[in-house]
């Protein structure tokens, strides 16, 4: 079938056996074409233009065909769970070792979400070719060795606080660094001039078959998507003589959701420590010249909250609501939703370290003052229920928050706060969300030690 066909009858996931990765290229303009197929039956085209600041040689692209090849494998993700069929087929070659075991972590862990919320039997868990032998999850990934401090650094920036973050951090350590993203949303925009930085913007085409073939009966959910945006940063990094890449992931995203079919659930896997070191271990065994890691990993989302509290000049460029954006992306440019646990954790951690005026000014209300957000807030802390499949922080730090608001004047007679701290307080010991110790910076982490000094400036009291 044609990669621009959509069946004229339903489709059924159940029909499928395979993912097959059929081809992959980079022209000299940085376009990176990648090409998959369900079975026999349905081919689908993806294609990434990447910044270039001129064309590119043949030996440029032979050595970035590694990073290509990685790029090809991660992103498969997006047409794999049309039907999470029980096979792939590496037709373009197999992963080595390395690569394979973080593939097979992202087609099953990084799928968690996905399977529960579409009821499937079982977790996916297909296998690639050179993963080592054996029925169980992929190992985790070890520490990285400690290299050579960057020297030219890639953020990648979403528009968020976290990213704001991130790009001081990385200021703070002298190395030269530019800004990444794959699309130029207003937020990312706006947070590329606060910062005075230069943006290298990618731009990504799924194939347009995927929207008619969910709308048909696809299996459709929530994709390890930091994992493809890594990739396409290094691969950009590559070819610009970037030496490392630096996200804004921080200790939380470790945190699952739920427990099912043996794993934790995480809604941020591909953000966590473990998807981390594995895609370390992977760009390392391929020799892609390129270090990623989080320069954030130390830090809770609250201690990230109250540095970002700090730089004002962020303060109008940043939006972090998922929800208004999938509703209509042109919304993005300014607006929260106000009604989504993203938008609910935001502004419970900002609030400890902001005065109300200020968190208005940012949100256009103030979420406290409404108890019809009870329930949400609540939500934060497990109150009720799992942590929600969102970007949002370990209950530990929600709770942290409620304890801070509940000691603040500025705060605690706010309607919500109040029933915060007379209903959800109680439910848990006074040990948990214990402030000082959610504050904390951790030791678990692969941050360049030369990031460290900025990292604990930034981020500590």
Known sequence: MLADATPRSGFDPRAYERLRFLSRELDADGRVTLRYALDEQLEFVEVFELPLERPLDAEQRERASALLALLHWVAGVSYFKLAAPPNVDCASGSPSPAVATLLEALYSEGLGEFAYTNDLPALPRPRFASAPAGDGLP??????????SPSRVLVPVGGGKDSAVAIEVVRSSGAELALFSIGDAPPIVRTAAAAGLPLLAARRRLDPQLAGLNAAGALNGHVPVTAIVSCVAALTAALHGFDAVAMANERSASSGNLRWDGIEVNHQFSKSLRAERLLSAALAEIDAG???????????????????????????????????????????????????????????ALAPFSAPAQLREVFGADLLADERQFAGFALLAASGGHKPFECVGEEQESIAAIRLLAADERWRAHAVVRRLVAEVLPQHAPTEGEPAAVLALGSDHDVPAAMMPGLRALLGA
């Open 290 to 348: 390129v270090n990623v890691f989080s320069v954030l990993r130390p830090a809770s989302e609250l201690a990230i909250a109250r540095a970002f509290a700090r730089m004002e000049r962020y303060h109008a460029a940043f939006t972090s609501c998922n929800a208004i954006f999938r509703i209509d992306p042109q919304l993005r440019a300014a607006s929260w939703c106000l009604d989504c646990p993203k938008c609910r954790f935001v502004y419970l």
């Open 139 to 148: 190992a985790a990934g070890a520490p990285a060795s400690p290299g050579p």
